[in-house]
């Protein structure tokens, strides 16, 4: 415990670093209790503090450049999403989950895989998306599933033993993500993935830049993302270096504060540790 953590003069605690990077909570959409009286949204509440300690960690604790705090709720739409521009207060989250995955499956993983990928855009800044952005969101909920693996296996094996024994789920839901998206991919680049070095896929990516801009959210994008995302994941990523990267744009998020879809990253404005890793990706 720093200085700083002890208890102030007053006897209250002092606030704690990573208290001011994201406030968030869930909303009333989520249900209480399943129909056998077992909690269900604190639950979920507890795997959404997990998700977002590890996406804390992955900034370093540093602040979001959009203070306001996150609210995250159920959508029936089929895509989860997040809204940067309705609500003055609130930066919103909607996750696509229906009650049988939230009552009967207990689809943690599923809910940990959209809001890592959300809370990535939050990250890089929500009001900007292209493929550069949706890939590296990929990423984001990628390694979100892989942590919490490690994390649950950790964290619960005294207190929620059967949480603990569930951990590899995570991983399990990020490798079958993973497996269905590159199904689409030419064969010669699906051999290329288990390779000790990708030789092929920075170019591949490369030469269908056009295709995933175009299909951003659709099948043949979705695989280019994920391969993408794969690809950034074989090293190091500098996570606290993408906050706020997705407005660079001209016009950039700051000038024009709306929600656009049709921009280019100006790579050149990137910091120089996010500009290293693009070659992994063909940029
Ligand atoms: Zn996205």
Redesign the pocket.
């Known amino acids: 415990m720093t200085s700083k953590q002890k208890k102030s003069r007053k006897g209250k605690k002092a606030p704690t670093r990573t208290k001011q990077v994201m406030r968030w909570h869930l909303d009333g959409t989520f249900p209480g209790n399943d129909p056998n009286g077992q909690p269900v949204g604190e639950d979920f509440r507890v795997v959404a503090h997990d998700v977002i300690c590890i996406v804390k960690d992955l900034i370093t604790g540093t602040p979001l450049s959009d203070p306001r705090e996150i609210k995250i709720g159920i959508t029936s739409r089929p895509v989860p999403y997040i809204d940067a521009t309705t609500d003055p207060k609130f930066l919103l989250i909607f996750l696509s989950m229906t009650d049988d995955d939230l009552m009967v499956r207990r689809d943690y993983a599923k809910f940990a895989f959209q809001l890592g990928?959300?809370l990535g855009?939050a990250v890089m800044g929500p009001l900007r998306?292209n493929g550069l952005?949706?890939t590296l969101?990929d990423a984001f909920s990628y390694e979100v599933l892989d942590r919490m693996n490690r994390l649950w296996e950790r964290k619960y094996s005294a207190t929620r033993p059967h949480w603990a024994s569930w951990a590899s789920h995570f991983t399990d839901y990020q490798k079958n993500e993973e497996a269905e998206r590159f199904a689409g991919l030419p064969a010669s680049i699906r051999n290329a993935v288990g390779e000790p070095d990708w030789p092929q896929v920075p170019d591949y990516l490369k030469n269908n830049l056009g295709i995933l801009e175009m299909n951003l959210t659709e099948e043949a994008g979705l695989r280019l993302r994920s391969l993408g995302a794969s690809a950034l994941r074989r090293n190091k990523i500098p996570w606290k270096d993408l906050l706020g990267i997705s407005g660079f744009t001209t016009p950039s998020a700051k000038d024009d504060p709306g929600f656009r879809s049709d921009l280019q990253t100006e790579v050149h404005l990137l910091p120089n540790a996010v500009r290293n890793i693009l070659p992994r990706i063909g940029r």
């Open positions: 990928h959300e855009h998306t952005i949706e969101a």
